[in-house]
């Protein structure tokens, strides 16, 4: 079961890879059974220009590209986070909940978009407009997506780290749309800050998706900034060599709804690249795991976890 819906397995794809409803569909029929269709906005928003993907090696300062491609293990991303229109995705959308099986659950993931002289309200009023035609469209569930720069402030922070701010978004969307509500989450700084913002964000989410990336620099071996242009020094950092790091967030977690804190879906993201990872977050009592980099480059990963699980039962 996932929020409330039975679903023929718990694994899944996370935001990004599963650009519209062919991609959506395709990777149902490779055995995904949990499905993210890729951030979408209220807007039409180009990607940055290419390259948007370099393989890295994650080192203890900074991600530096490498020059193997490490079996595509560990990647920086700088996409932009670009948007279809929104007449487009929401037709979109529509085909891909068509195009899914029984026992599949289909995530529309959601991002405001910050005007020039916009305030709090009005990203948070955009917000709540894209869940609520993501719902329209036949979402199971709404992924607010919030490990993206707060525009609101100078000293750059999340806009999940800015709780405040986090906790209008959700309680707009949620008290917009009827369908479940997801707060995507990044990297918290300490334990903490981890289970104060569940805390505080709590009432207004059905579930927890973390951990979006570890946000890095990223050089080329030469020093030099490794994606080209105006913000574009940092960039997401995923994949294999991220599962430490993430899978110790999503197991504090964990810990705080065993503990009794709050009784909360939690979606485990971050460096699952392999199935025994994947077993091993499922294990621990995450609702889902769910994959990017190893489904881009993987796609029988789902096979493969199928294959154990039967081996299991019989
Ligand atoms: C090519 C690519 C595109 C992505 N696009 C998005 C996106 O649109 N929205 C989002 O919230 N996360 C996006 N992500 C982040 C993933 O959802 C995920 O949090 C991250 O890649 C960590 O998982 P992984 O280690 O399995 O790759 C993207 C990741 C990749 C690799």
Not at 95 to 110: D, N, T
Not at 177 to 185: G, H
Not at 263 to 277: C, F, H, Q
Request: net charge positive; glycine share 8%.
């Amino acid at each position: 079961m996932l929020l409330g819906r039975p679903v023929s397995s718990s694994l899944g794809v996370a935001a990004g890879p599963l650009l519209n409803s062919k991609w959506v569909e395709a990777y149902a029929r490779l055995g995904f059974d949990v499905l993210t269709y890729a951030t979408v906005r209220s807007t039409f928003q180009a990607a940055y220009a290419l390259p948007n993907i370099r393989h890295v090696d994650n080192r203890e300062l900074a991600a530096v590209v490498s020059r193997q491609a490490n079996n595509g293990a560990t990647i920086a991303v700088s996409l932009g986070e670009p948007s279809m229109e929104p007449d487009v995705w929401r037709k979109d959308v529509r085909r891909a909940k068509e195009r899914i099986g029984r026992g599949q659950f289909l995530i529309v993931s959601v991002i405001g978009t910050p005007r020039p002289g916009g305030d709090a309200e009005a990203l948070i009023a955009d917000y709540a407009r894209c869940a609520g035609w993501a719902a329209e469209a036949g979402a199971d569930a709404i992924e607010i997506h919030l490990a993206t720069p707060d525009p609101f402030v100078e000293q750059p922070q999340m806009i999940f780290e800015n709780v405040p701010l986090a906790a209008r978004i959700l309680h707009r969307t949620r008290t917009t749309v009827d369908a479940p509500v997801l707060a995507r989450l990044g990297a918290f700084k300490t334990p903490r800050l981890l289970h104060e913002t569940a805390t505080r964000l709590a009432p207004w989410a059905h579930g927890y998706v973390l951990v979006h990336s570890i946000n890095r620099k990223v050089f080329d071996d030469k020093g030099a900034p490794a994606f080209e242009g105006h913000g574009r020094e940092r960039a997401d950092v995923v994949g294999a060599q991220t599962f430490t790091v993430a899978a110790r967030q999503v197991a504090e977690m964990l810990a705080w709804r065993k503990a009794g804190a709050w009784d909360r879906a939690i979606l485990a993201v971050g460096g699952i690249s392999t199935v025994e990872r994947a077993r091993e977050v499922l294990r621990e009592g995450a609702d889902a795991a769910l994959v990017a980099t190893a489904a881009l480059f993987d796609p029988l990963f789902a096979a493969r976890f199928r294959q154990v699980r039967t081996a299991e039962v019989a």
